[in-house]
């Protein structure tokens, strides 16, 4: 690392983070937390198309294919684009922990340009927990989840209850999620993880 600021340091006083006994069996696709999602929704045409699956432990492997509507500079990745995908697989880690949280601090080091057309290999883990917050890490490799590391992130996620969507989100879209009863009843159990 290249060196992430102090509010990413776990504090002395952390846990190992507890794989959730229901969590998804090593090698099992996680499927979209929403279709609508930037990040790992089917439905949006420009989106990400991220499909992770889950690891050992609190950890996950997930592969976005960079398309020529994520360009930065020509032929090659937006920064902010990767910066999501790092984001999205982080965000994929809290279904492991059957935690629903969102982002609260996310600093990425982007080391190779990433160029239109690969592959990018995602690897992240959940390091920490200190009550609400969740610490994480993610790398993203070029040419298979061996090669040489192009972006990498440490997070902090805060865990949040579903009213945090219910009061900030648009009324259209969260009225749609709750007429979804396998969204609902999913964000629900969530809300009480033991
Ligand atoms: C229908 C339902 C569907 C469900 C779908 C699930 C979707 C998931 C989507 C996933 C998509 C992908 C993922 C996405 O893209 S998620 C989308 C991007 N993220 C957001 O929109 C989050 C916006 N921020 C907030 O809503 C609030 O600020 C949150 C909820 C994060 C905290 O506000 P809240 O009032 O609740 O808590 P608090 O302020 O008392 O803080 C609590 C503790 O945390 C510490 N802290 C806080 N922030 C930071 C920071 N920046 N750096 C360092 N530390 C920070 C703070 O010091 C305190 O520590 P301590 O004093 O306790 O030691």
Redesign the pocket.
Known sequence: MSGSSS?LKPPADASAPVRHPEAPSPGELLGA??DQ?F?CGGEQPHGLLLEARAGEGVSLTAEFTVQPAHQGAPGLAHGGVLASAL??TL?SLNWLLRT?A????LETDFVRPVPVGSVLHLQARVTAVA???IYSTATGRLGGPDGPVAVRADA?F?E?K?D???DNGRPEEIRA??NDPD??RR?RAFEVNP
């Open positions: 509010s937390h929403y999602c990040g984001d999205e965000g629903i969102v982002t609260g601090r009550g609400r917050k902090l805060i949040v579903v945090h969507f219910v999620a709750m969204q609902v964000a």
